[in-house]
């Protein structure tokens, strides 16, 4: 995600009025009000407006707290910190599976909320940005490293990545189809390796042959 504006105001008044409106919007949906999460926070209504100026700037600094409360940075470092681009590759979809499933209720209804309700909408399309410039980074270094099939450019290769580690495949393959957040994790590296890695099948007799 793009980096949030610099806190206004008491961060601990800050974090009871996210933690509330995290907590309404998987209880009640979309349609929270600002009036809501002020109630629930124990705070007024100008409180709110004065720590996050609209409910607009309130739900963008939701979604950075919500990644922040799951260890955002010691994930991105986990991720981007892997000696190869492959296995930079892999731990991304190992840590969108396991994620995402922490996250799924809040992603979910943002994303139905993103056409109707334009505070959540905002949200949505700055975690989206932020994701595809992740996932830009991993594919860029599949280039950098040599490991980039012929025929498939950097954008391309990072928009199969984006696309496949969205919360909506996951949902359904977890949930509809009945796959383990382990076996969306296995299938998709694969799917993605056979898809974007280069000269894969020779290091994969390779492996066999030193086992």
């Given at each position: 995600m793009s980096s949030p504006p610099e806190p206004y105001g008491d961060p601990q008044t800050r974090t009871s009025i996210?933690?509330?409106?995290?907590?309404?919007?998987?209880?009640?949906?979309?349609?929270?009000?600002v009036a809501d999460i002020a109630a629930k926070a124990?705070?007024?209504?100008?409180?709110?407006?004065?720590?996050?100026?609209?409910?607009?700037?309130?739900?963008?600094?939701?979604?950075?707290?919500?990644?922040?409360?799951?260890?955002?940075?010691?994930?991105?470092?986990?991720?981007?910190?892997?000696?190869?681009a492959v296995e930079s590759l892999r731990r991304w979809v190992q840590t969108m599976s396991w994620y995402t499933a922490k996250i799924d209720s809040v992603s979910r209804i943002l994303e139905l909320?993103?056409?109707?309700?334009?505070?959540?909408?905002?949200?949505?399309?700055?975690?989206m940005t932020g994701?595809?410039?992740?996932?830009?980074?991993?594919?860029?270094?599949?280039?950098?490293?040599?490991?980039?099939?012929?025929g498939w450019t950097v954008e391309s290769a990072g928009d199969l990545i984006f696309a496949v580690t969205l919360p909506g495949p996951w949902r359904v393959l977890t949930t509809v189809v009945g796959w383990s957040e382990e076996r969306y994790a296995d299938e998709i590296t694969r799917m993605l390796e056979r898809s974007l890695i280069a000269n894969r099948s020779a290091k994969s007799s390779a492996t066999a042959e030193r086992t």
């Open positions: 996210l933690d509330a409106a995290w907590t309404l919007l998987e209880e009640r949906g979309p349609g929270v009000r124990g705070v007024s209504r100008q409180t709110v407006y004065l720590h996050f100026g609209d409910r607009a700037s309130l739900f963008v600094a939701l979604g950075d707290h919500v990644d922040v409360s799951f260890g955002r940075d010691q994930l991105r470092a986990h991720v981007f910190g892997a000696p190869t909320a993103a056409e109707a309700d334009e505070a959540l909408a905002a949200v949505w399309r700055d975690r994701r595809r410039g992740h996932v830009r980074r991993i594919a860029e270094r599949l280039a950098a490293e040599g490991q980039l099939v012929d």
